[in-house]
């Protein structure tokens, strides 16, 4: 039977309580399909500083080194001490670094709105087509995020300059156009590339290694977008989008506009993945929304996220393809059977309920 080394970092505001639903999830699922979990937890971002002094401590990376995926909550919270130095903060001393330490470049975020939550997707109805089903892949260790020089100037008289730089390599956009490409295969076999190639270098680039990269994939049929009107054409007709290829600052911003078209950010699972080696992808994995404080702690939390994020891991780390589509399609009979959060509920819906964390986290248990 497969052993599955997880290590498990629930992290803070909402990560604590999305992470038991889907830890309790997984029990579930192990019991239906043949696999043996053995997750081990450890603390990360603020929790990491209260418990080691660090938001990265040393014994959870090396818990994550000797991990087959690591399963993440979320990190940061805005109004704690101001004074921590940046570098230090959980966005960068835990999220970021881990990306860049495991080399998690591939970040795929699938939005889908299910029919059921048509009323929660902003859009009115007739936008909506068939329905919305997206896949962003984004890079994820490289451009604005990690280019150096990088840092903020005192150019005297009170007057400072902070400067970002967004850098790109060809090998780096030759992989992730890969993963991308493959992606489009197994799907609808369309990729919009999106970029700025009216205004920046970097477009340019991106634009002529991911057309090239397009010459091995004839049958996915390659587009290339402007981010700006990609971020319009989401709006007005987001049912021509089948995988949207991003850079990492690009992605950012355009996976949080798809997922609310998806019905909530708390729906929004992401896998992150390095390279495949010996047949193995270590991975990460993580709701796409972040910490939540204003309602952390009040078994508010939509845990959809955090749940679908581990039929992810169970199908790009491990291979368990059944187990995965199980838990998605638990998640799916759940919705379709009206439990809500309160981020997806509606007044109008005869069927729904409102429910909490929890019990949407049993409920979904029990449908695997
Ligand atoms: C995300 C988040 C992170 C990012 C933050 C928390 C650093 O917004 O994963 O999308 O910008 O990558
Ligand atoms: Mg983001």
């Known amino acids: 039977m497969k052993q599955l080394k997880i290590a498990a970092l629930a992290g803070d505001g909402i990560g604590p309580e999305v992470m038991r639903e889907a830890i309790k999830v997984l029990r579930a699922a192990e019991k239906k399909f043949s696999f043996q979990l053995g997750i081990t937890e450890a603390p990360v971002g603020w929790a990491g500083i209260d418990a080691a002094g660090q938001a990265l401590p040393a014994a959870t990376l090396a818990l994550c080194k000797q991990s087959d995926a690591i399963l993440f909550g979320s990190v940061g919270l805005p109004d ?29 975020r699938p939005v889908t709105l299910p029919k059921a939550l ?45 400067i970002d730089t967004m850098v790109y390599t060809t090998p780096e956009i030759e992989r992730i156009a890969q993963v991308a490409f493959q992606a489009a295969r197994l799907r609808r076999k369309k990729l919009t590339s999106i970029d700025k190639a009216n205004v920046l270098e970097n477009g340019i680039l991106w634009r002529e290694v991911v057309t090239r990269i397009g010459k091995a994939y004839p049958d996915v049929t390659l587009e290339h977008m402007f981010v700006d009107n990609g ?20 992605g950012d911003i355009l996976s949080d506009e798809a997922a609310a078209l998806g019905g909530s950010l708390g729906m929004l699972p992401s896998a992150s993945l390095g390279a495949t080696t010996g047949g193995n992808t270590f991975g990460f994995y993580e709701p796409a929304g972040g910490t939540a404080p204003d309602i952390a702690g009040k078994n508010l939390a939509n845990p959809i996220a955090q749940i679908l994020s581990t039929a992810l891991m169970l199908r790009y780390s491990f291979q368990l393809n059944d187990a995965a589509a199980g838990i998605e399609r638990a998640v799916g009979r759940t919705i379709d059977a009206g439990c809500r959060t309160g981020d997806i509920f509606s007044p109008n819906e005869p069927n729904a309920r409102k429910v909490g964390t929890r019990e949407m986290g049993d409920a979904i248990a029990a449908a695997v």
Do not use: S
Not at 245 to 250: I, P, Q, T, V
């Open 80 to 108: 704690r001490d101001p004074t921590i130095p940046k570098a230090e903060r959980p966005e960068r001393a835990a999220l970021l670094r881990i990306r860049k330490e495991f080399g998690l470049f591939a970040n795929l």
């Open 118 to 162: 048509a009323h929660a997707c902003p859009l009115a109805k007739e936008r909506q087509g068939n329905g919305i089903d997206i896949l962003v892949v984004r890079e994820l260790t490289g451009g604005m995020y990690f280019g150096q020089p990088k840092q903020t100037e005192d150019l005297g008289g009170g007057v400072q300059r902070a």
């Open 231 to 250: 971020a319009m054409q989401l709006m007005l007709r987001p049912t021509q989008f089948d995988v949207m290829l991003c850079e990492n600052m690009f």
